[in-house]
């Protein structure tokens, strides 16, 4: 079973800039996966931040985060990864690692595996 554990998380000021990493346990089952990330503040639901194609062709970002965020993806070592620039409080929240099939979309049900999460909390 593919295991994603996040890392990266952490305390920052507005306009600063943090990195996440997700690394998945299991090497064949990245062959073709969507990656991403979703986050979640408190008392909201999740929502999608970006996704990246199995081979790293193909990104899509959320509106709130085009321009700030880049997502990439490291196929040798199973690693994923959010630069994450100009942060806002807003941006505040649990970022949480997923994959899912080639064809998953912007919906969190379409993502069958979750990482534990890694906290973001960004200071005004």
């Known amino acids: 079973q593919v295991q994603l554990v996040e890392s990266g998380g952490g305390l920052v000021q507005t306009g600063g800039s943090l990195r996440l990493s997700c690394a998945a346990s299991?090497?064949?089952?990245?062959?073709?996966?969507?990656m991403g990330w979703f986050r979640q503040a408190p008392g909201k639901d999740s929502e999608y931040v970006a996704t990246?194609?199995?081979?790293?062709?193909?990104?899509h970002y959320a509106d709130f985060v085009k321009g700030r965020f880049t997502i990439s993806k490291d196929n040798a070592n199973n690693t994923v990864y959010l630069q994450m620039n100009s942060l806002k409080p807003e941006d505040t929240g649990v970022y949480y690692c997923?994959?899912?099939?080639?064809?998953?979309?912007?919906?969190?049900?379409?993502?069958?595996?979750w990482g534990q999460g890694t906290q973001v909390t960004v200071s005004s």
């Open positions: 997923v994959t899912g099939p080639p064809a998953a979309t912007r919906r969190r049900e379409d993502y069958n595996t």
């Open positions: 990246i194609s199995w081979n790293g062709g193909s990104t």
């Open positions: 299991v090497r064949s089952f990245s062959k073709y996966a969507t």
